[in-house]
Nanobody
Framework: QVQLAESGGGLVQTGGSLRLSCAAS????????MGWYRQAPGSQRELVGA???????NYSNSVKGRFTISTDNAKNTVNLQMNSLKPEDTAVYYC??????????????WGQGTQVTVSS
């Protein structure tokens, strides 16, 4: 069973920065991909950005150029550096790890979420 623990959320003013970290209970090399999702009140959970085991990243258009995903293989962590934060970035942020179960099936694991609030 994969366990993910997020940290680094909090309250920040518009234009500020935060860094989220997600520590995995096993080597991140075992994951097909890791990513960050967010969910604002009344909204569906949406992808913020992800990184594959090969190091390929992708981001939602709303955060491209402001957020950066990186991994620390030695610490089994995936990080999300968030710059130029906007009030619309306010949400609960969830870490995700995707494990390939079969060539046709993946399984997703989720952290408990961390609140990010951007004040205007």
């Amino acid at each position: 069973q994969v366990q993910l623990a997020e940290s680094g959320g909090g309250l920040v003013q518009t234009g500020g920065s935060l860094r989220l970290s997600c520590a995995a209970s096993q080597s991140i090399f075992s994951f097909k991909a890791m990513g960050w999702y967010r969910q604002a009140p009344g909204s569906q959970r949406e992808l913020v950005g992800a990184i594959t085991s090969g190091g390929i990243t992708n981001y939602s258009n709303s955060v491209k150029g402001r957020f950066t995903i990186s991994t620390d293989n030695a610490k089994n962590t995936v990080n999300l550096q968030m710059n130029s934060l906007k009030p619309e970035d306010t949400a609960v942020y969830y870490c995700n790890a995707r494990v390939r179960i079969t060539p046709w099936n993946d399984r997703d694991y989720w952290g408990q979420g961390t609140q990010v609030t951007v004040s205007s």
